[in-house]
């Protein structure tokens, strides 16, 4: 069974960063063809804020491109999202996403992440 944790999240001011975690507990992280972060915002649609395939090629939301990076350690069976920046429109519950070959998806828990003025 996969199991995906993250961790991370927090309070922070504008202008702040905050790196969130997401750590595959089962398994290996290289059967995932890509992985990605995810957020949702209450009474919004999860919206895709950057994702990153097996052989390393990122996209990000037009919203958080030069602000956010993503990174995945294979060795360590995890997936990062470095957030500079932030702002009260990056205040969400963001989730971890892992899609294999045969296009399962799974998702973590989700982590708090909330922006104050």
């Known amino acids: 069974q996969v199991q995906l944790v993250e961790s991370g999240g927090g309070l922070v001011q504008a202008g702040g960063s905050l790196r969130l975690s997401c750590v595959l507990f089962s398994g290996n992280i290289f059967r995932f063809n890509a992985m990605g972060w995810y957020r949702q915002?209450?009474?919004?649609?999860?919206e895709l804020v950057a994702s990153i395939s097996s052989g390393g090629r990122i996209n990000y939301a037009d919203s958080v491109k030069g602000r956010?990076?993503?990174?995945?350690?294979?060795?360590?069976?995890?997936l990062y999202?470095?957030?500079?920046?932030?702002?009260?429109?990056?205040?969400?519950c963001y989730y971890c996403s892992a899609a294999d070959s045969a296009s399962s998806t799974y998702w973590g828990q989700g982590t708090q992440v909330t922006v104050s003025a």
């Open 41 to 46: 915002a209450p009474g919004k649609h999860r």
């Open 68 to 78: 956010f990076a993503i990174s995945r350690d294979n060795s360590k069976n995890a």
């Open 81 to 92: 999202l470095q957030m500079n920046s932030l702002n009260a429109d990056d205040s969400s």
